[in-house]
T-cell receptor, first 113, second 112 residues
Framework: EAQVTQNPRYLITVTGKKLTVTCSQN?????MSWYRQDPGLGLRQIYY???????DKGDVPEGYKVSRKEKRNFPLILESPSPNQTSLYFC????????????FGPGTRLTVL | GNSVTQMEGPVTLSEEAFLTINCTYT??????LFWYVQYPGEGLQLLLK?????DKGSNKGFEATYRKETTSFHLEKGSVQVSDSAVYFC???????????FGTGTRLQVFP
């Protein structure tokens, strides 16, 4: 089944404790992206990647890191999480140059205390 | 910059009522336009899209027409069902920055 998977689905952590949210897709898509969803703000892009070893900042990259060592994986790293990073996070992927038609993962709900 | 504006929700309807969710956009160039739907507890799914002016996207009884003159892409459905209850996001693709720009979402609640 073609899909985007994220882990974990739910995470409660404390300020400053490094964490990684994994994202994997099995559709051989070149383009991958991370979003955060907050009430009243819709989805905002954090980082995106056009292909392996190519990443770029989205609209709200502060406090986040990403890497794209393999085509299928695009982990989101929070080196020192803070409470303002409490949010619902989505990973998405799409074939190259059709980035408007994106396939989304199920989401990761993160709470930083 | 490019942006998308959606009507505030929630939109509350009875089953079989007519639905309109308004969406307007600001963009340079000629973006593609999209409606995504998010069912409770799930990620977003593409509902429909239109890539140029006067195109009509349609899927599952939903329709939206790309209106360049009014910079709008309103979502409509003739007869909603309880199963249509979800959050609907209007979005545009910005080719110059490789981004998908979303509106804030409109929650639809349909009651039997």
């Amino acid at each position: 089944e073609a899909q985007v998977t994220q882990n974990p689905r739910y995470l409660i952590t404390v300020t400053g404790k490094k964490l990684t949210v994994t994202c994997s897709q099995n559709m051989n898509h070149e383009y991958m992206s991370w979003y955060r969803q907050d009430p009243g703000l819709g989805l905002r892009q954090i980082y995106y990647s056009m292909n392996v070893e190519v990443t770029d900042k989205g609209d709200v990259p502060e406090g986040y890191k990403v890497s794209r060592k393999e085509k299928r994986n695009f982990p989101l790293i929070l080196e020192s999480p803070s409470p303002n990073q409490t949010s619902l996070y989505f990973c998405a992927s799409s074939p190259q140059r059709t980035f408007g038609t994106q396939y989304f993962g199920p989401g990761t709900r993160l709470t930083v205390l | 910059g490019n942006s998308v504006t959606q009507m505030e929700g929630p939109v509350t309807l009875s089953e079989e009522a007519f639905l309109t969710i308004n969406c307007t956009y600001t963009a340079t160039g000629y973006p593609s336009l999209f409606w995504y739907v998010q069912y409770p507890g799930e990620g977003l799914q593409l509902l429909l899209k239109a890539t140029k002016a006067d195109d009509k996207g349609s899927n599952k009884g939903f329709e939206a027409t790309y209106r360049k003159e009014t910079t709008s892409f309103h979502l409509e459905k003739g007869s909603v069902q309880v199963s249509d209850s979800a959050v609907y996001f209007c979005a545009l693709s910005d080719r110059s920055t490789d981004k998908l720009i979303f509106g804030t979402g409109t929650r639809l609640q349909v009651f039997p």
